[in-house]
């Protein structure tokens, strides 16, 4: 298996504009999770998925933010309108269903968002 | 999720054992002790867990206290593609939760 595949590696953009960062979580696995991760404030849970309903979005850190999962296989971040203080590693991860292994993530390469 | 608590580095010679502890003395008898790593500008990586019983797979052992409030993860034979921030995370049937890890260098 490829793993878990994000895309861009890398967004630069301006403030203001909209910017949408893509998922593709491991075939067969029943959960996505999105993390941000800066040096102020390490890694952070955004939101997670199982068979493709939000679960908890608690970390969502504002309106401007929103993430979707049409399908087991994609599901995207949002953001709009992006702001310079959204510049960070935007990580996906994926885990099977069982319940002890909810906790056995495996992590994409993350996307590196600079908001100028 | 329970706190830990981790040095926030440590040094390791190639070739030699790297121990690396953690505190979680507030972790609850459901919730179980997990190691990641994150290598430079990767995403973090899955090593080990473990509930109360001492565990090994092919990357690292996890020695867990009989009280179960600490625990150390054993890399056996350090190697340099093995420097990395290490986090320890206390956690039950719910989401992960990130502290600041330990910083492991491992030395030629």
């Known amino acids: 298996d490829a793993g878990v595949i994000q895309s861009p590696r890398h967004e630069v953009t301006e403030m203001g504009q909209e910017v949408t960062l893509r998922c593709k979580p491991i075939?067969?696995?029943?959960?996505l999770f999105w993390y941000r991760q800066t040096m102020m404030r390490g890694l952070e849970l955004l939101i997670y998925?199982?068979?493709?309903?939000?679960?908890?979005d608690s970390g969502m850190p504002e309106d401007r933010f929103s993430a979707k999962m049409p399908n087991a296989s994609f599901s995207t971040l949002k953001i709009q309108p992006s702001e310079p203080r959204d510049s960070a590693v935007y990580f996906c991860?994926?885990?099977?269903?069982?319940?002890?292994?909810?906790?056995?993530?495996?992590f994409g390469a993350g996307t590196r968002l600079s908001v100028l | 999720d329970a706190k830990t608590t981790q040095p926030p580095s440590m040094d390791c010679a190639e070739g030699r054992a790297a121990n690396l502890p953690c505190n979680h003395s507030?972790?609850?008898?459901?919730?179980?002790v997990y190691w990641y790593r994150q290598i430079h500008s990767q995403g973090p990586q899955y090593i080990i867990h473990?509930?109360?019983n001492n565990e090994t797979n092919e990357m690292a052992s996890l020695i867990i206290t009989e009280d179960r409030k600490s625990s150390t993860l054993i890399l056996p034979h350090a190697t340099l593609r093995d420097t990395a921030v290490y986090y320890c995370?206390?956690?039950?049937?719910?989401?992960?939760?990130f502290g600041t890890g330990t910083r492991l260098l491992v030395s030629p």
């Open positions: 995370i206390g956690a039950g049937f719910q989401k992960l939760v």
């Open positions: 507030t972790i609850s008898g459901n919730e179980y």
């Open positions: 473990g509930l109360k």
């Open positions: 991860a994926s885990t099977p269903r069982l319940a002890a292994s909810k906790n056995i993530q495996y």
């Open positions: 075939s067969g696995h029943d959960y």
């Open positions: 998925f199982n068979n493709n309903v939000p679960i908890d």
